[in-house]
Each structure stands twice: as C-alpha cells, then as structure tokens.
C-alpha cells in the first residue's frame, strides 16, 4: 500500500470516527443542559423562545466548543488530524442546518423517522429525544420517544425548500 492510499486511509477512519463522535458528545451535551442549571441557562433561554439562532451562528458554537479537541489528533499525524477535524467541522456544519430545519421546516428531515429535536421541543420533553442532527443516540441509550408527529399543524405549513430557512 502506497503512502498516499495509507493517509487517505487514515484520513478516512478518522473523519468516520470523528463525525460519530461528534454526534455523541452533542447528545451529551444536550442531556447535561437538561440537568445543570449553570451549563443549561442559554439553553432554556432557547427552549423558551423555540427557535434557532441560524445556521451560521449554530455552526461557529458547534465549532467553537469542539476546537480544543479537534487538535490533538495532529500530533498522530497531519492525516489524522486532516481527516478528524474534517469529521468534526462537517459534522457541525450539518448539525447546525439540521437543528435550524426541525426548527423552522421539520418535514424535510427524510433522514429521521420523526424528526426528534423538533419533537423534543414541540412536547416540552425533558428527559427525551435529545438528538439534534441524528436520533442514533436517543435509541442507543433508551431517551427515544416516539409520537405521533405529523400533524394538522406541520402538514397545513406553505411548502418550502430544504434552503428556505434562517441562514444567520
């Protein structure tokens, strides 16, 4: 195998690990807004309003609390770090869209059965649904409630593309 198919390799594994990662420490850190009233205060503020802030604004948060440890992979060498930061800045980028979507057109989140931040907020559920990208998280560790989501009220709403929304 030639050094460049090794990095690319390499590269790869991490993107894959860094993008899974990333949606499990964003499921965590959801759970722990719910249960820390010091780490939770924004995040009540944003439950009160029920709306997202735009997808850039979310996007440099997400990347702003995750950069620390985007770094150190570096030090394993430049394709894990290339291919790890990779995984974590796309993975907050599609985060960060899919969070301003269940937020303003639900609907369009074919890759979920139900779109669970959406009903997450919609049912007040503190102790379930905790995904904001994916529901993977939800189901691995039993905070998945499923509902009866799609009703009168999101099926009423006027048809929009997967770009009309909040951008910042």
């Not at 420490?25 to 802030?53: A, F, T």
Request: proline letters at 3%; a neutral charge; aromatic letters at 16%.
């Amino acid at each position: 195998m030639s050094i460049l198919s090794m990095n690319l390799l390499i590269g790869t594994v991490c993107f894959t690990i860094a993008f899974v990662f990333a949606s499990l420490v964003e499921y965590w850190m959801h759970r722990l807004m719910h249960k820390s009233p010091r780490i939770g205060e924004r995040h009540r503020d944003h439950h009160r309003r029920n709306e997202g802030q735009g997808v850039l604004w979310e996007f440099r948060d997400y990347v702003r609390g995750t950069a620390i440890v985007m770094l150190p992979m570096f030090f394993v060498s430049i394709a894990a770090g290339v291919g790890w930061t990779l995984g974590g800045v796309v993975y907050a980028a599609f985060s960060s869209y899919a969070h301003q979507l269940q937020h303003e057109n639900p609907t369009k989140c074919f890759w979920m059965k139900m779109p669970v931040h959406y009903v997450h907020h919609k049912y007040g559920m503190w102790h379930h649904n905790f995904g904001l990208a994916v529901d993977w998280w939800d189901h691995v560790f039993g905070t998945y409630k499923a509902v009866d989501w799609l009703t009168e009220e999101e099926q009423s709403q006027p048809e929009r593309n997967y770009l009309q929304l909040r951008w910042w």
